[in-house]
């Protein structure tokens, strides 16, 4: 499982290596050399935290009849919004990791748990089960031409990507069911771009008209 990821994340270096390969060409040695250093130790940061927490989730979610203490506190303030939303939509919005962690407790540990619209913005909810990592995974749907089923429970789903950002993915070429597939431009640059959706208004008004849109 963890061989897998390595190999993720070696794919996500060799994203950013070419970015910065073209800006090689494009500027010349020394601004390339500069943007090497100033972009390394932020983005060496960001993918460290990333995996570490990735493994730390793996490793310690367990099982639906046993669930660990991440699934436990998440799925207890899913139970509580349920709660104090009444009659209101029950809306949940997954940010990266967020996003893949919510994914995988509505599909396998909580298919009861009865979801109005799930938002994954940012998010890697595709490409970890193109590596088959969560627990509903079906080992038997590859390529191409095959698609995962989504939740039943989801009863409509809205994905956010922005191309800069290295961390996001598409959903609709590996999930049979989503509404909206959406590119967003943040407008920022590769480091910035995962952690800038949520900072500005007019993510907010892109995603109301996206829910308005939807039957």
């Known amino acids: 499982m963890f061989g897998k990821i390595q190999v993720a994340a070696a794919k996500f270096k060799q994203g950013v290596n070419n970015l910065i390969g073209k800006a090689v060409d494009k500027a010349g040695d020394f601004a390339s050399t500069k943007l090497l250093a100033t972009s390394r130790d932020p983005l060496n940061g960001i993918l460290g935290r990333f995996f570490g927490d990735v493994f730390i989730y793996l490793d310690g979610r367990r099982s639906a009849s046993n669930p660990g203490d991440i699934p436990k506190l998440i799925l207890k303030a899913f139970d509580d919004a349920r709660s104090s ?36 913005v940012g998010s890697q909810v595709a490409h970890f089960e193109e590596l088959k990592l969560y627990k509903n995974s079906d080992k038997s ?31 609709a070429s590996v999930f049979d069911r989503v509404d909206v597939d959406a590119r967003y431009d943040t407008q920022t640059y590769t480091i910035k771009a995962h952690g800038a959706y949520f900072d500005q208004d007019r993510f907010y008004s892109r995603l109301r008209a996206r829910t308005d849109q939807l039957p």
């Open 85 to 120: 939303a009444g009659s209101e939509p029950f809306v949940i919005i997954g940010h990266s990791l967020g996003g893949v962690i919510t994914f995988d407790l509505l599909s396998h540990f909580r298919p009861d748990i009865e979801v109005d619209l799930f938002v994954s």
């Open 141 to 171: 749907i590859v390529g191409p031409n095959g698609r995962a089923a989504t939740p039943k429970n989801i009863k409509h789903w809205i994905n956010i990507y922005d191309e800069v950002d290295i961390f996001s993915y598409t959903v």
